[in-house]
């Protein structure tokens, strides 16, 4: 009786996982290949996050501290999206409503089940506490905590957060987009002496925690400048590990990236980067991108967010994807959903509907994009074709050969799968048997050998190209990860 029973419940979990499966596959075959005359021979196979070592991809799980999205529905999906980091908030109204009295139990199960998924969690600290004249409150337009009751009391949260957590987080985000709801003049001091007082709290409690500064929005050099001239009149520079910057540009190219890496190593090359949330909206939405002169659907955030993630990990610079679902803003905050979520929710209870087209996308990315790929600026590649283009080349650290992603960078994603044709150059390179990846749609198609030339050293591929990344690799930089079915 009882291997009766065992055996049931085996067979109740495969049917439970097949459902789960199937379940995905009917949402994943919904989209549409790009139109690409190639012979088709397989398709990636997405990985979760346990079968993933390491890699420079996250996801953000904001919000959950204000009742604006819901853990419990998505920590399936989120598990399964390949992803090795994730943001979350630390809630401090939420932690403290009594003062002196910090309560975890809201945010504990999260961080435990988040690590259980063999997912990394960082938390950035914030907003205010209205329990505290000058406290602020705890929403995106809380002003920095200011005057002795709330300074004092943002200090000992700080103290207790990082106690607690401290042999289960190790990176620390002080505030959130401080540039956006503080006087240009003052604000960058007000900062300053905020994330001086925690950075040094932080080091006190955690010696090996990362400090991570900023979370600028928008790249707002002016800002970040100022923010450093304040840390280097106070000689604190060092306790800045990391800086961290947040862009939506309508096109997902468009960036001073650059411009900010180099104004933040000015100051200590030793300082680190991060892409803290980087995002496209599925339709309309509120937040960022709310004014932009496009219409977004889910095929043009699908090709946004990986535009947008390729132009950070071909940098070498972590990528937090905003965010895994969406999110519903109340009227006096916001007002309506930010959209920007992988994840569908129904804007009526904000459970979890279906997957979009991004979800699926960000599952290859992820899925090929370990820590065995790294950035490689040493291959110089020419483009040849009638519209802008954009390429990154990366190293696979296994085999020893090239992985190149390109794509039309010169406008705004659109609606169109439809592809044009592109010649790429660069110096010779043995591919055993090279292949093409759509990351969108995570189709393998075989490049034949009419498609390549070899001239004096030269390569030379003729290949299609639309507005969406793809992907040239060696067959064995997907046999050998067991990429391919």
Request: glycine share 6%; aromatic share 12%.
């Amino acid at each position: 009786m009882k291997n009766i029973i065992i055996l049931i419940s085996v067979l109740l979990y495969f049917i439970s996982c097949n459902t789960e499966v199937n379940q995905y596959k009917i949402y994943r075959d919904q989209i549409s290949p790009a139109q690409i005359n190639l012979k088709e021979i397989g398709k990636i196979r997405p990985k979760s996050a346990c079968e993933i070592n390491a890699s420079y991809l996250g996801v953000g799980c904001e919000v959950l501290c204000r009742g604006y999205a819901y853990y419990e529905g998505y920590k399936e999906y989120l598990g399964n999206l390949g992803v090795k980091h994730a943001r979350f908030q630390s809630g401090w109204a939420k932690t403290e409503k009594e003062p002196g009295y910090y309560d975890y139990t809201w945010l504990d199960p999260i961080i435990d089940d988040c690590i259980s998924r063999c997912i990394q969690p960082w938390i950035n600290i914030s907003y205010g506490n209205p329990i505290y004249p000058g406290g602020g409150n705890p929403t995106i337009r809380s002003h920095i905590p200011q005057g002795d009751s709330a300074i004092n009391a943002w200090d000992a949260y700080v103290y207790d957060l990082v106690n607690h957590y401290k042999t289960r987080v190790y990176e620390w985000e002080i505030w959130n987009e401080p540039n956006n709801h503080h006087d240009r003049e003052t604000g960058p001091a007000i900062y300053g002496d905020l994330f001086i007082r925690s950075a040094e709290i932080i080091r006190k409690v955690q010696p090996e925690g990362k400090t991570i500064a900023l979370a600028i929005g928008y790249y707002d050099l002016k800002f970040a400048e100022a923010f450093f001239e304040y840390l280097k009149s106070k000689d604190k520079v060092n306790l800045v590990d990391v800086a961290c910057m947040h862009g939506y540009p309508q096109n997902p190219d468009d960036d001073r990236l650059d411009s900010f890496i180099d104004l933040v190593k000015k100051y200590d090359p030793r300082i680190t980067f991060l892409q803290g949330e980087a995002g496209a909206p599925s339709k309309k939405t509120t937040g960022a991108l709310a004014n932009a002169k496009m219409d977004f659907t889910e095929l043009t955030q699908a090709k946004w967010d990986l535009r947008r993630s390729l132009v950070h990990i071909g940098r070498g610079i972590p990528h937090s994807q905003f965010a895994i679902s969406d999110m519903k803003y109340p009227n006096w905050e916001i007002r309506g959903v930010n959209a920007k979520g992988l994840l569908k929710i129904n804007e009526n209870d904000k459970n979890i509907e279906r997957p979009k087209q991004a979800y699926f996308a960000y599952q290859y990315l992820t899925s090929m994009f370990d820590s065995t790929v790294i950035a490689n600026d040493k291959t110089k590649i020419e483009l040849l074709t009638d519209s802008a283009s954009t390429y990154y080349s990366f190293n696979d650290i296994i085999n020893d050969k090239p992985v190149i992603t390109y794509w039309l960078s010169g406008d705004v994603p659109n609606n169109d799968i439809s592809t044009g044709q592109i010649k790429i150059k660069f110096q010779k390179i043995d591919f055993n048997s090279p292949l093409l990846v759509d990351i969108r749609t995570g189709y393998v198609y075989r490049i034949p050998k009419n498609s390549i030339k070899n001239i004096d050293g030269v390569t030379e591929f003729t290949l299609p190209v639309y507005d969406s990344p793809l992907l040239i690799c060696d067959k064995d930089f997907l046999t050998s990860r067991k990429l391919i079915y």
